[in-house]
């Protein structure tokens, strides 16, 4: 069974520190990768997606991915109270549907000012 | 929740009674999805629709049914309702890539 699996957390960083989520998937050959970030009571909302070894930037958020250790992580850089929320890692596995996501149970990240 | 739309918001029912969850779309997405998220679960996938008329049993569709009614529309159906299925269900479309997806703000279900 294809899982993706995320430290539950509570992660506790304080403002303006680097927060800093990780994702591990079972399956080697995946190929797209996906964050989220979901507000208690509130819907998913994608944050950023990786396809490719390496690093990606988006502003104060990081994704990094690699696949030969088949991790996947989120760096969020002068975190902020806002910030706050639970994010999910998100894996297309490569011999599922073209779209179909297998998710992680997510972190829960609380900034503190 | 740009685009996506569900109803009820909330819903109780009682155990073997039966309910349709509404979901629709305006931004022309032909892919449209069900998922249930219980507490340190994430999302587990029901159903979905990767186009108008078709649809795929996702990691858990036993107690559930579906319809595409059409390219807008897509409807959950629990024909009698489980207290396991107490859960909080999100519609979501996604575009022409994986880059495009929307979630529904979510029906939270009480089954008692």
């Known amino acids: 069974q294809k899982e993706v699996e995320q430290n539950s957390g509570p992660l506790s960083v304080p403002e303006g520190a680097i927060a800093s989520l990780n994702c591990t998937y079972s399956?080697?050959?995946?190929?797209?990768f996906f964050w989220y970030r979901q507000y208690s009571g509130k819907s998913p909302e994608l944050i950023m997606s990786?396809?490719?070894?390496g690093d990606k930037e988006d502003g104060r958020f990081t994704a990094q991915l690699n696949k030969a250790s088949q991790y996947v992580s989120l760096l969020i850089r002068d975190s902020q109270p806002s910030d706050s929320a639970t994010y999910l890692c998100?894996?297309?596995?490569?011999?599922?549907?073209?779209?179909?996501?297998?998710f992680g149970s997510g972190t829960q990240l609380t900034v503190l000012p | 929740n740009a685009g996506v739309t569900q109803t009820p918001k909330f819903q109780v029912l009682k155990t073997g009674q039966s309910m349709t969850l509404q979901c629709a779309q305006d931004?022309?997405?032909?892919?449209m999805y069900w998922y249930r998220q219980d507490p340190g679960m994430g999302l587990r996938l029901i159903y979905y629709?990767?186009?108008?008329?078709?649809?795929d049993k996702g990691e858990v569709p036993n107690g559930y049914n579906v319809s595409r009614l059409n390219k807008r529309e897509f409807s959950l159906r629990l024909e009698s309702a489980a207290p396991s299925q107490t859960s909080v269900y999100f519609c979501a479309s996604i575009g022409s890539s994986l880059e495009t997806q929307y979630f529904g703000p979510g029906t939270r279900l009480l089954v008692l």
């Open positions: 998100a894996v297309r596995f490569s011999s599922g549907s073209a779209r179909q996501l297998t």
């Open positions: 629709s990767a186009s108008e008329g078709t649809t």
């Open positions: 399956d080697r050959v995946s190929q797209s």
């Open positions: 990786i396809y490719s070894n």
């Open positions: 931004m022309n997405h032909n892919s």
